[in-house]
């Protein structure tokens, strides 16, 4: 599988990202042994590059992926984290995260914001401890939407300390919308963003944001190339979810109408949903979360084969009039 460089940073990222949330239970639990399988598919397609966060699952996305790959040669794969939330003890659990945060693991912790330097420390070091590595070769301040000021102003400062001391190899900030990552590509020296959701077949409002970064040498990973589902099938359901929730109706006829496209070049929407975020230059690597080794083997054979140009076209065309 094609690698890239971040920026202009030494760390390399496969075309094709793991996202390890769902090795965290989002929304449905997955056995040790079924989150170790799906990520020793991954490494057996060519995925060289693993995203988790401790948001995902209170930690255990971050254990289950070191535990997975602790027998691999280190310097053959990049691993990402993020920061932002502290974990700590939760002073009234109820017994399930899903509620509150999407995951079906105990509520014996709960997440703090805090985009500090302090802050920034504390959540490395254990995250690192849960990882089982002494570094790990990105860090994204995640989602600081609402800390932006104290994200820009400590916690990226504070990461680009560690990137120069060479603690950490890439720093970057993650987010499901544009606006703060446009400000921080802009404001600070990142290496890398990771927009989720927002440079999609479906959904391209992260055009202004690949302008800056390519002016800037910033590398673009494109997360969530699926909308969190709706792109997943050759056939777009009513039922299915876009951006974390209910399909609405325009955005369903929308993707129904893309899929129909794929039909007629003999190819499936999904298969689409990878390509697209590759076709950017701006683009290093394009990451989706899996939860099975059936589900990655396609995502990998998708991500090496391009689309034809008249299909392109096509499928242009529809994202345009719509």
């Not at 170790?36 to 991954?42: E, I, L, M, Q, S």
């Not at 190819?267 to 076709?279: D, E, I, Q, S, Y």
């Not at 701006?282 to 299909?311: H, I, K, M, N």
Request: proline content about 6%; charged content about 25%; hydrophobic content about 45%.
């Amino acid at each position: 599988m094609n690698v890239t460089r971040l920026g202009r940073t030494e760390v390399s990222v496969s075309a094709l990202g793991f996202g390890a949330a769902p090795l965290g239970n989002l929304y449905t639990a997955v056995s040790d042994d079924e989150a170790h399988a799906t990520v020793d598919a991954a490494w057996d397609a060519g995925v060289r590059y693993y995203d988790t966060a401790p948001h995902y699952g209170l930690g255990l996305s971050e254990r289950r992926l070191g535990a997975a790959l602790a027998r691999r040669p280190r310097q053959q794969f990049a691993v990402s984290t993020k920061v932002g939330r502290l974990l700590e003890p939760h002073p009234a659990p109820t017994g399930s995260d899903l509620a509150a945060g999407g995951f079906a693991v105990p509520d014996s912790l709960v997440r703090r914001p805090d985009y500090s330097r302090t802050g920034v420390l504390r959540s490395l070091e254990a995250s690192l401890d849960r990882l089982g590595l002494d570094r790990v070769d990105i860090v994204y301040v995640h989602d600081p939407d609402d800390h932006l000021d104290t994200a820009v102003g400590e916690a990226i400062p504070a990461l680009l300390d560690l990137r120069d001391q060479g603690v950490v190899g890439a720093v970057g900030v993650g987010a499901n919308t544009v606006g703060p990552l446009l400000r921080t590509v802009t404001e600070t020296d990142v290496d890398a963003v990771m927009v989720a959701g927002r440079w999609t077949l479906l959904d391209r409002t992260a055009r202004p944001l690949l302008d800056a970064c390519a002016a800037r040498g910033t590398s673009v990973v494109a997360a969530a190339p699926f909308n969190s589902g709706l792109l997943s099938r050759p056939h777009p359901a009513a039922d299915a979810t876009f951006d974390y929730g209910p399909v609405p109706a325009a955005v369903l006829r929308r993707a129904r109408r893309l899929a129909e496209v794929c039909a007629r070049h003999r190819t499936v929407l999904p298969h689409a949903a990878v390509r697209f975020p590759l076709r950017s230059p701006e683009v290093a690597c394009v990451v989706a979360g899996f939860r099975s080794g059936d589900e990655v083997r396609a995502a990998a054979r998708w991500a090496a084969v391009d689309l034809a140009e008249e299909t392109w076209a096509a499928l242009d065309g529809v994202a345009e009039t719509t």
